[in-house]
């Protein structure tokens, strides 16, 4: 996985698929999400207790949702909410059907097609 290498060259933080995550939106009640794949910084979780965790209480960096047929949109768009309002800096969507990524951070939502990359 490439987000796995990444994170091992920069040491940067940790990458992982179906990671739980114990999330808490400011005035809600916790709840546990595990997201296809995240990434958790060790700046905002130091290396030593990640290690340490096994269920961080706090929302992962970036995540990756992989849409299947199953999926409701009402609930994409709720763990989005959930995310993002509990500390996710962006969460993107693959919807393997239509071949596109929908990017979605406080800012607002893109769309990328499969010929399109994302920059920084």
């Given amino acids: 996985m490439q987000l796995v290498r990444w994170t091992r060259e920069r040491g940067n933080g940790m990458a992982g698929a179906e990671w739980h995550f114990q999330v808490q939106p400011p005035g809600e009640i916790g709840r546990t999400l595990v997201p296809d794949v995240a990434f958790l910084s060790y700046k905002r979780l130091p290396r030593s207790e990640m290690e340490e965790t096994e269920v961080p209480r706090i929302a992962p960096d970036m995540v990756v949702e992989v849409q299947s047929l199953s999926d ?44 399109e990359t994302l920059e920084r």
Wanted: contains cysteine; aromatic residues 4%; hydrophobic residues 30%.
């Fill in 72 to 115: 409701q949109r009402c609930d994409i768009e709720e763990k989005v909410r959930v995310y993002l309002a509990s500390g996710t800096d962006v969460v993107f969507l693959v919807n393997p059907l239509t071949r596109t990524v929908t990017i979605r951070d406080r800012k607002g939502t893109r769309d990328l097609s499969e010929s």
